[in-house]
């Protein structure tokens, strides 16, 4: 049974950093890409940052420059980095690998999301 759990999440000032985990657990035997989403009420979830092995990074453009997206192969996690954080940033916040979970088989999974909260 494979699940990825986020951490990291709370409230802060604008202008203010959280960093982000998020750790595939269970069976992994490999992970291809990953990526983190982003959601407020109303609205569609949207991809905030995505990194793959041996793929470009890719952010969404309103965090180009203010956040980091990292992973650490070793420990199955992936990192964001949030620095300089707007109100706008107040969303849930989902983690989604792709993860082979039995040999050659990969599934899409996704976290159960942490809270961001921003206060101007």
């Known amino acids: 049974q494979v699940q990825l759990v986020e951490s990291g999440g709370g409230l802060v000032q604008a202008g203010g950093s959280l960093r982000l985990s998020c750790k595939a657990s269970?069976?992994?035997?490999?992970?291809?890409?990953m990526a983190w989403h982003r959601q407020t009420l109303g609205k569609k979830r949207e991809l905030v940052a995505t990194?793959?092995?041996?793929?470009?990074?890719i952010y969404l453009d309103s965090v180009k420059g203010r956040f980091t997206v990292s992973r650490d192969n070793a420990k199955n996690t992936m990192y964001l980095q949030m620095d300089s954080l707007t109100p706008e940033d107040t969303a849930v916040y989902y983690c989604?690998?792709?993860?082979?979970?039995?040999?050659?088989?990969?599934?899409?999974?996704w976290g159960q999301g942490t809270q961001v909260t921003v206060s101007s």
């Open positions: 990194i793959g092995s041996g793929d470009p990074i």
């Open positions: 269970g069976t992994v035997f490999s992970i291809r890409s």
């Open positions: 989604n690998a792709d993860i082979e979970y039995s040999r050659p088989w990969f599934r899409n999974y």
